[in-house]
C-alpha cells in the first residue's frame, strides 16, 4: 500500500474520485489476501476433526469422507480465492434407483466451510453485501449492477441462489425462534415489559411467476402460472410515555407472502 503514497496527488475532483476508487478497490484486494490465509490456516488437523464430526452429527444418512476438493469462494473485496477443503458425501442406498440429478443444494457437505460461515461459494461478508443489495434494489440485475460499482461481480443466478438461500435460512430461523418462545413461559422482565406496543398489519395483492415443471416448448421457454398471492407486512413498534411512536426504538418488521392466516400464525 505504500506506492500509492508515490502516485501523483489529484488536482481536480474527478481525479480525486478516480484516486479514491483505485485505493479503496486496492485495499479490499489486500483485505481478501488476509481472510483468505486465515481460511488456510482454520485447515488444521484439530478443528477439521471438529467440524467433519458436527457435519456427521446434523446429517440423519451415513456421511463418507471423499477427500480433499478445490474449491472456489468470493471474499467481500471481490476476489475468488481458491481453498483445498474436506468434502463429505452420503453414502447411497444399496437399494432403490440411482439418483440421476442432484437436489436444490447438491450432494455432498464441506464440513470446515460450513463451520466458518462459508456457504453456496461465499463469505460470511460477501452473503451480507449480496443480500443487502438484493432487498434494497428494484431487481436482480439491478443489484449485479450496484455490486459491481462496488467492486463485487457475480452473475444474475449467483446473486439469486445466495439470496434464496439466505431467505430460506432466516425463515428457519425465525420459525424455530417462534416455536421456542410458545414452549417457553413469558417473560416478565423481559425488553418490552411494561411497555405499550402496537402491531400493525397491511397487504395487498400480487402476481407471482411459477414455471410449470417439464419440457420447455418450441422457442425454448418453460410455460408458467401468474397466480394471486397476498403479501402481508407485519409491523412491531413501541410507544413512549405520551403514547407516541418512541424513535429510539426500530420497528421490527416481517413480509409473508402467503395465506391470508399466516400472519396469525406469527402471533
Not at 455490486?147 to 461481480?153: C, P, V
Not at 425463515?171 to 402491531?199: F, K, N, T, W, Y
Request: hydrophobic share 35%; with cysteine; proline share 8%.
Amino acid at each position: 500500500m505504500e506506492s500509492w503514497l508515490e502516485t501523483p496527488t489529484p488536482r481536480t475532483p474527478l481525479e480525486f474520485l478516480q484516486l479514491e476508487r483505485e485505493v479503496a478497490a486496492a485495499s479490499e484486494r489486500q483485505a481478501d489476501v488476509i481472510l483468505h490465509q486465515h481460511l488456510l490456516r482454520a485447515h488444521d488437523d484439530a478443528f477439521v476433526r471438529r467440524a467433519v464430526g458436527a457435519a456427521r452429527e446434523r446429517c440423519p444418512n451415513r456421511l463418507r469422507h471423499r477427500g480433499k476438493r478445490p474449491t472456489w469462494v468470493l471474499m467481500p473485496g471481490g476476489t475468488r480465492c481458491l481453498v483445498s477443503t474436506p468434502y463429505l458425501r452420503p453414502v447411497p442406498p444399496r437399494q432403490g434407483p440411482k439418483r440421476r440429478k442432484r437436489g436444490p443444494t447438491g450432494v455432498g457437505v464441506y464440513p470446515v466451510l460450513d463451520a466458518l460461515g462459508f456457504n453456496d461459494g461465499v463469505s460470511p461478508a460477501t452473503r451480507s453485501e449480496l443480500s443487502l443489495y438484493t432487498v434494497q434494489a428494484g431487481s436482480y440485475r439491478e443489484a449485479v449492477g450496484l455490486l459491481a460499482e462496488h467492486g463485487l461481480r457475480v452473475e444474475v443466478k449467483t446473486l439469486k441462489r445466495v439470496a434464496l438461500s439466505t431467505a430460506r435460512a432466516d425463515l428457519s430461523a425465525r420459525d424455530a425462534a417462534l416455536e421456542r418462545a410458545r414452549q417457553e413461559p413469558i417473560d416478565r422482565h423481559g425488553p418490552l415489559a411494561g411497555q405499550r406496543v402496537r402491531v400493525g398489519l397491511d397487504g395487498g395483492r400480487v402476481r407471482t411467476r411459477k414455471p410449470h415443471p417439464g419440457r420447455k416448448t418450441k422457442n425454448g421457454r418453460h410455460r408458467y402460472d401468474t397466480p394471486w398471492c397476498e403479501p402481508r407486512l407485519l409491523v412491531i413498534d413501541v410507544f413512549d410515555r405520551k403514547g407516541k411512536t418512541d424513535r429510539l426504538r426500530l420497528p421490527l418488521y416481517d413480509v409473508l407472502i402467503d395465506d391470508v392466516s399466516t400472519p396469525l400464525w406469527l402471533w
